[in-house]
Nanobody, 116 residues
């Protein structure tokens, strides 16, 4: 059974940093591109960043230069380093396969709130 568990969210001031983690159980991690997605209140869920098995990365324009996605295949863990956070980054952050997330892989997500 595949399970994705996000952690590392919290409350941070504008300009601050957070590092999100996503622990993936099951056999999907090493053979799939993975991505981070987010959903702000009242908005649709959107892609933030993706990383292919070979390490190539993609980012949505709004986070380029501020966020870094990475993966540790030995630990089946996906990361998102978020720097220079802005209030508009406030959302629940999820991980899933990329670029086509599966509805049955969505976890509970982790809340990121950027506020002074």
């Amino acid at each position: 059974q595949v399970q994705l568990v996000e952690s590392g969210g919290g409350l941070v001031q504008p300009g601050g940093s957070l590092r999100l983690s996503c622990a993936v159980s099951g056999s999907i991690f090493s053979v799939n591109a993975m991505g981070w997605y987010r959903q702000a209140q009242g908005n649709e869920r959107e892609l933030v960043a993706g990383i292919f098995t070979g390490g190539t990365t993609n980012y949505v324009d709004s986070v380029k230069g501020r966020f870094t996605i990475s993966r540790d295949n030995a630990k089946n863990t996906l990361y998102l380093q978020m720097n220079s956070l802005k209030p508009e980054d406030t959302a629940v952050y999820y991980c899933n396969v990329f670029p086509s997330p599966r509805y049955d892989y969505w976890g509970r997500g982790t809340q990121v709130t950027v506020s002074s």
